[in-house]
């Protein structure tokens, strides 16, 4: 065998052993966030737990729950756990239902988490919530931040909504595992096992889509929903001015912008 087979060989195994390694590294990572993630002390009657099923569990919030509202399904970033979002975001938002679900894995939902059990976390919770009295079944809002935008975007692509609200949102997983560890381009992508791939889901949407996104966003660089945009039907974009990727719910005008979008 020549030298250059032995360099070639070589290279291709150690190309192999780092993708395989580096994917493992991140899907670690992403999924250690929503697992060790803590509730906020507080407790308000106004969040209520959720069971679905024998393995899902989340939260709900609503000031009354004895009148048909608007309903907003919302799949945080990453470490939104369910009744954090819940408690936080729902009231952001008071003449809507607000629902959240910890993923299968994660806090209180018993399986594992992986993209596959992502997606029916997703898909229970919307067939949950459609058949509780007190949503209004003809104007639920999917709405996603950053990790959660994919699970959204997937939950928009196979239910019915009157709307789909991301923020931060991304193109597949690559765009987020490439801001920590930038080594998962061209042929390298392969690796990547549990790929939230948001472009493939945006194609089957043909309901209005917002993706918010800002010049400030040190993560989500403002190309990247940008990118994503194209490939849905009925897509606008609304590019804000030096927000912070954490810090879109802060500002009152991204707010007011969303309710001025799902409120009609």
Same mark, same amino acid.
């Given at each position: 065998m020549s030298i250059w087979i032995k360099i070639i060989l070589k290279v291709l195994f150690w190309?192999? +052993?780092?993708?395989?390694?580096?994917?493992?590294?991140?899907r670690f990572i992403s999924y250690s966030f929503y697992k060790r993630a803590k509730q906020n002390g507080k407790t308000e009657e106004t969040v209520q737990k959720i069971e679905i099923g024998n393995s899902l569990v989340g939260y709900v919030r609503s000031?009354?729950?004895?009148?048909? #509202? #608007?309903? %907003?399904?919302?799949?945080?970033? $990453?470490?939104?756990?369910? @009744?954090?979002?819940?408690?936080?975001?729902?009231?952001?938002?008071n003449d809507y239902i607000f629902a959240c679900v910890d993923y299968k894995g994660t806090q209180e939902s018993k399986g594992r988490m992986n993209l596959k059990t992502m997606q029916e976390s997703a898909l229970q919770l919307y067939d949950y919530i459609i058949k509780q009295d007190y949503v209004d079944t003809s104007? %639920? +809002?999917?709405?996603? @931040?950053?990790?959660?935008?994919?699970?959204?975007? @997937?939950?928009? $692509?196979?239910? #019915?909504? $009157?709307?789909?609200?991301?923020?931060?949102?991304?193109?597949?997983?690559?765009?987020?595992?490439n801001k920590i560890i930038p080594v998962f381009f061209g042929p390298i992508r392969i690796f990547v096992t549990d790929n939230i791939d948001a472009k493939t889901y945006a194609t089957n949407i043909q309901e209005e889509s917002l993706l918010i996104t800002s010049d400030g966003d040190k993560t989500i660089n403002k190309k990247i929903p940008q990118a994503l945009s194209k490939h849905f039907k009925n897509a606008i974009v609304k590019e804000f001015k030096g927000i912070d990727h954490a810090d879109y719910w802060k500002h009152e005008e991204v707010v007011s912008y969303i309710h001025e979008f799902i409120d009609n």
């Open positions: 190309i192999l +052993v780092g993708g395989i390694g580096f994917n493992y590294i991140m000031v009354n729950f004895h009148e048909k #509202k #608007k309903t %907003i399904l919302y799949f945080g970033g $990453s470490g939104e756990i369910a @009744y954090n979002a819940a408690l936080s975001y729902g009231k952001l938002f104007h %639920i +809002v999917i709405m996603g @931040y950053s990790y959660g935008s994919g699970i959204a975007t @997937y939950l928009a $692509s196979k239910r #019915k909504c $009157s709307k789909l609200v991301l923020i931060a949102g991304y193109r597949d997983i690559c765009d987020l595992y």
